[in-house]
Structure formats: structure tokens, C-alpha cells
């Protein structure tokens, strides 16, 4: 049964290998490729140890840093979906739902259904762990758009109030604070 | 002074963007190209919180998530050590010191403090949690090299003896249990 057990966590970690190849539109600070979905997720996890006292309310920041290494882990299945993509929120739910099943279903039960629960408490964000994550996720891409002259909202042609009306209500209701420092960054930004 | 904490903090994080172009030794599973250090933290991250109940002794798996996030951060400086590389350890080991200082010494001196000291646990190996982060850290290349029928051990012509005597210790003082499972795969790898 153990030895089951490895096997199954074994063959978790080897399928999530997959999410290194998950290119996000998200540029390098460089610019010099897209980043993928792993190196985000690592880079998440930073920013909430980094950032942790600037959640709106008090959170458990392991639980967040879990939440944010296992949020992405979905696009193994579906890709990542961009924000200024288009695509229907609802279809892309589903989809994830059952990226997530399949996934986390790979881990012995009682391990794949913790993690499911976690997954899906950061798709719902209405604990406070999982709207400062959601946060950290919208603030993470947003800065590098400013710190890369533009970014994907160049590329997007986006403007100054596509960003607030797309970043600002998950960074705002995560993180009061960052969201005050994004709004300084965006007005520069779209004004120069 | 808490707007200059932010932009300590910032700075930080987007230094640490560059760990995601340092390239290992390790390919992905899929042989498609070789792993950056960044998604290599991320995949270790998840082996921790995976694999917690394999650790030799009693650990704190968010501290061993924490050290594994930021064990690899001093590469930005001075890059990769391959363990078949040769390099001595006593120069590595005073480079990689010199980096975890500047590096962590972006961040506000408490938190920029209190990282260092997680680093430098990690690197001494000797709590349980860093032995524990140390095998897996081990434990991950291995089992790339023998998923992927060779890796690293092809390219640099290693021998059995050398994967035993390389990986075997690190391995075996963090998890007994794994370290087991790695002699079953090793065996049968150099006598297929």
C-alpha cells in the first residue's frame, strides 16, 4: 500500500513536469522569451513570502504559498488563458474542473483531495488566503508589463482603463496597498 | 519607511526573475530542452509538500517549501555547480556566500536577514528540514536521469559507482525511504 502510495505521488510529479512547457504571454524582465507556468508559480510563491504583510486581512501565508505553487498546475491540460484573451469564463472553469480532477487524482486520494480543496478555495477567492493569492497572480503580471516599457498590453493594445477594469478588482480586494502602488504605476504608465 | 520597505522588496523580486535564465544540467522529462533553476524550485516546492511523510525525521514541511524556493536564488550571481562538474567546493561555496549576501541583502534587513539564515541552514545540512530539502534536491535530477533513460549520467559518462557515491549520501540521511527506491532504479539502470 506505501509502496503504492510512491508510485502514485511519483507519477504526480513526473505529469506536472508538463507545466514547464506552459508558455505564458508574459515576458522575462528581459524580454527575452515568454515566461512558462512553473517559473511563474515559483515566482508567485516569492512574492508571498516576499510580499505577506501587505494582504488585506490576516492569512496563513504556507497556505498561500500552496495555493500559488498549485494554481497553474490546471494548464497542463487547458494552456494558460489570457486575460486579455476573450475566452468565456464559464467554459474555461469547466475545463479547469476537470483538469483538476484528472490532475490531482493522480496523488492517493486523501493527498489529491486536500490539494483539489486548495485549488478550488483559490478559484473561489473568498477566503482571505485565496484573495491575496488571486492578487499576488494579477500583481505579479502587471508589474512586469510597466517594468518591460509595456508588455502584453502593447502587444494587446490595451488601455489604461482595460488594465484597471482587469487587474484592479483582484488586486484591490486582496491587497488595498499594492493596488494603491499599481494605480500610481498605470497612470504613469499610460500617460508617458 | 514602509514605501521604502515596498521598493526594497520589489527590487528584490524582480532581481530574483533572473534565476529563471539559469540554465541546469537537468533536462525536462520530455527531453525538450534543459530545466531553468526557476521552475527546478518550483518542482522541488511540490515534491516537498508531495513527498513530506518520506523525510527521516520529523519536519517542518513549510520550512523545507521555504528553503526550496530560495536554496538555488545565489545562482544568479554565479550560475550552476553541475554535480559531475568537478568544481572545488570550498571556492563554490565562498561564491555562492558572497551572492546569498548581496541578493538577500535587496530586502529589508529583518526578512532579508531571516532568508539568509534559512539559506544558510539549507546549505549546512543539519536540521532535519534542510536535510530532508538537501535529498530531495538530490532525489529530483535522479529521477529525471533515470526517466529519461540517462541524462546527465550519458553526457558526462558517469559511472554506477559515481551516481552511488554522489547522490547516495545526501539522499539517504534525508529519506532512508527514498534513497531505497533510488538504489531499486540506479541497479537496474546500469545493468540494462
Keep these: 500500500m506505501a509502496q503504492h502510495s510512491l508510485e502514485q505521488q511519483l507519477s504526480f510529479l513526473r505529469e506536472i513536469d508538463r ?21 511563474h508559480s515559483w515566482h508567485l510563491a516569492m512574492y508571498a513570502v516576499v510580499l505577506k504583510d501587505y494582504a488585506n486581512g490576516p492569512v496563513n501565508t504556507n497556505r498561500v504559498i500552496r495555493m500559488l505553487l498549485l494554481h497553474d498546475i490546471v494548464e497542463i491540460d487547458v494552456g494558460d488563458m489570457p486575460i ?8 474555461q472553469a469547466e475545463q479547469e474542473a476537470v483538469a483538476a480532477r484528472r490532475i490531482f487524482g493522480l496523488l492517493p486520494a486523501a493527498q489529491g483531495e486536500a490539494m483539489l480543496a486548495l485549488w478550488q478555495e483559490f478559484e ?15 500583481f505579479q503580471p502587471l508589474l512586469i508589463n510597466v517594468f518591460t516599457g509595456g508588455g502584453t498590453w502593447s502587444e494587446s493594445r490595451v488601455t489604461c482603463e482595460q ?3 482587469r487587474y484592479g478588482p483582484a488586486i484591490k480586494r486582496g ?3 499594492l493596488w494603491t502602488l499599481c494605480e500610481q504605476w ?7
Tied chains: 1, 2.
Design 84 to 91: 486579455h484573451g476573450g475566452t468565456s469564463g464559464a467554459v
Design 19 to 39: 507545466l514547464k512547457s506552459v508558455v505564458r504571454q508574459s515576458p522575462l524582465l528581459d524580454a527575452t522569451r515568454r515566461e512558462n507556468s512553473a517559473e
Design 175 to 177: 491587497s488595498p496597498e
Design 163 to 165: 488594465v484597471i477594469q
Design 124 to 138: 473561489a477567492a473568498e477566503t482571505e488566503d485565496a484573495r491575496f493569492a488571486k492578487a499576488l497572480d494579477r
Design 186 to 192: 498605470v497612470t504613469r504608465h499610460f500617460s508617458a
